[in-house]
C-alpha cells in the first residue's frame, strides 16, 4: 500500500469551555485571534547506567510517566482574556452619575485630579460659595473623558473644595490574581492549508492554565502585542482509558476516500 502524503500547514479557532464531567456543547467560548498552538509530550522515565564496565553504559531506560505541555499564542485583550491569563474576575459595572463629588480642598494651577470613575460626560465643576459658581471649561480646567481626568487652570477668586458633577458609561473591570487555577476543555478547529483547508479537530480534554508569563501593555515593533498562555493537559478520568479520545487529548480528522 502507498503511503498517502499529508504535510502540516494549520490555521483555526481555539475555543474554551469550563472544564466539568460532562460538557455543555454551548458553554464553548473562541478565544480570539490566536497565531500559535502546539502540544509538547515529556516522557518521565528511569535509566540506570551499569558500574562495572568502565564505560557507564547505559543498561536500563523505562518510562515511568508522560505529560502533556500546552501552549497558546493569542492575541484577544478584551477583559475576558486578560481575566483567563491573570486569574482575574469580570466586574459589570452599570453607568451612573455623581454629584458632587470633591476634587480635594488644596488644589492648584496645575494639579490633574482623577474622578472616581472613568468614561465620564456632561462633565460640570462648581466651587463651594454660598452660590456655587461654575467654573468654565477649557478656561478654568480640561477634563480628560476617557479618563476622568480633570487639570486645574486657573484658581482665581473661586472657594474649594471644587465639585464635579458627571455621567460615566458602563465598563467592565477585571480583578488580578483573585481567584484561584480554572481548568477548560479545549477545542481546535483546524484548516489544513498544505491540503486544501481540510479540517481537523483537536481536544485537550482537560488544560490547566499557567498564569501568562507577561502581559505586554505598551507597544514597540511592527506587529500588536500579544499573550502566550501555557498549561498542562491534565489526566481526564471522565474519559474511559480504553476510549477513543483517550484521556488527555485527541486528533481528529476525516478518514480518506479509499
Known sequence: MSLLEK???????????????????????????????????????????????????????????????????????????????????????????????????????????????????SVVVKDSTGTPMTLVEGTDYTVDLDFGRITILNIGTYVQPFKASYSYAARNTVGILKTGQQLYALRYDELNLAEGNEPRIVQVHKLAPDLVQELQLISTGTDVSGMQLTGAALLDSSKPASGDLGQFAAVIEKAPVA
Open 7 to 121: 504535510y502540516q500547514y494549520g490555521q483555526g479557532r481555539i475555543s474554551l469551555a469550563p472544564w466539568a464531567t460532562t460538557i455543555d456543547p454551548a458553554s464553548y467560548q473562541w478565544i480570539g485571534d490566536a497565531d500559535g498552538f502546539s502540544l509538547k509530550p515529556t516522557s518521565d522515565k528511569v535509566q540506570h547506567k551499569e558500574s562495572y564496565s568502565g564505560q557507564k553504559g547505559l543498561v536500563r531506560s523505562f518510562p515511568v510517566g508522560a505529560s502533556l505541555d500546552v501552549t497558546i499564542n493569542g492575541y484577544q485583550f478584551d477583559a475576558a482574556a486578560i481575566a483567563r491569563v491573570m486569574r482575574g474576575t469580570v466586574a459589570n459595572i452599570a453607568l451612573g452619575t455623581v454629584t458632587d463629588e470633591s476634587l480635594g480642598t488644596t488644589r492648584a494651577v496645575g494639579d490633574e485630579v482623577y474622578l472616581a470613575n472613568p468614561f465620564v460626560s
